[in-house]
C-alpha cells in the first residue's frame, strides 16, 4: 500500500471528495486525521473509516483560523511524530451577482478556499520532512466559470497560483505542492448550485464524476508515483473543458 503508516491530514473531510479522499487514504494504510468544522461529520468520517479497518482521529478544525489549523498539525505530531501529506480541500461558495457582495461574502470565501490553504502549507513548511507532499482541492472554476460565482472562481485561480508559489519555495525544502482542478462532481455543493437547478450550467451526459474520481487523483499526486511532479494543477473534470 502506498501510504502505509504515512500521516494523511484532510481538511473539508466530513463529505463529498473530502470523505472520498481520506477513504482512499485510509484504504492505502494511512493514520488518517479528519479536519473538519462541522464536529458531527467529523465523528462520522472517522466511525467509517474505523469500521472500514483504517485508522482515523476526526478534529474540528475552522482552516479560516491559523491558530486552528496549527493545532491540528500539532496534534498530528503528538500523536504520530510526523505529517507526510495535507489535502487541503474544504471550500465554501455563495451564488450572488459582484455588486450585491459586502466585505463579508467575499473574505468569508477566501478565508476558507485559500488562507486555509495557506495556512497549512506554512505549518508544512515550518515542521513536515522532506518527501512530504500537499494537494490543493481547487476547481474548473479557477479557468472557465459561470455567472454568479466571482468570489469562489476568484479564490480557486487564487489557490493555483499560491500552488505554483508554494511548490517553488518547498522545492528546497523536499516539499512537493500540487493542485487538482475538479470539474462537476457528484456533491452536494453541485446540486445546491442555482445555476445547475436552473439549467444555465448544463451538464451533459458524462460531465459529472464522483467523489471518488478526484479521490484517486489526489492520491496520485500524494503518492511516491509522482515524486516528480510538483508546481502542476491536474484537471479532473472528465474532459469537459477540452470541448469547443
Known amino acids: 500500500m502506498r501510504f502505509q503508516d504515512r500521516v494523511v491530514i484532510v481538511t473539508g473531510a466530513g463529505s463529498g471528495i ?18 473538519e468544522i ?25 482552516v479560516a483560523v491559523e491558530t486552528d489549523v496549527a493545532h491540528v498539525v500539532d496534534a498530528a505530531f503528538a ?11 474544504a471550500g465554501r461558495m455563495i451564488f450572488k451577482p459582484i455588486e450585491a457582495h459586502d466585505e463579508s461574502d467575499l473574505l468569508g470565501v477566501m478565508r476558507v478556499d485559500l488562507f486555509g490553504a495557506f495556512w497549512f502549507i506554512k505549518q508544512a513548511f515550518l515542521r513536515c520532512k522532506p518527501g512530504a507532499a500537499i494537494v490543493n482541492v481547487s476547481s474548473i472554476h479557477a479557468v472557465e466559470t459561470t455567472p454568479l460565482v466571482a468570489a469562489y472562481a476568484a479564490a480557486k485561480a487564487a489557490l493555483v497560483s499560491l500552488t505554483r508559489s508554494a511548490a517553488i519555495e518547498g522545492r528546497p525544502k523536499g516539499i512537493r505542492v500540487n493542485a487538482v482542478l475538479p470539474g462537476a462532481i457528484e456533491t452536494p455543493m453541485l446540486r445546491d448550485n442555482p445555476e445547475v437547478k436552473s439549467g444555465v450550467e448544463k451538464l ?11 479521490a484517486r487523483a489526489i492520491a496520485y499526486l500524494a503518492s511516491d508515483d509522482a515524486a516528480f511532479v510538483t508546481g502542476a494543477g491536474l484537471r479532473v473534470d472528465g474532459g469537459r473543458l477540452a470541448t469547443l
Open 204 to 214: 451533459k451526459a458524462g460531465d459529472v464524476g464522483r467523489p471518488e474520481d478526484v
Open 18 to 35: 473530502g470523505l472520498a479522499t481520506a477513504q482512499r487514504f485510509a484504504d492505502e494504510g494511512a493514520h488518517v486525521v479528519v479536519a
Open 38 to 62: 462541522d464536529e458531527k461529520k467529523a465523528s462520522e468520517t472517522e466511525q467509517a473509516l474505523r469500521d472500514g479497518g483504517g485508522d482515523a482521529i476526526a478534529m474540528r478544525c475552522d
Open 79 to 89: 500523536r504520530h511524530g510526523r505529517l507526510d501529506v495535507i489535502v487541503n480541500n
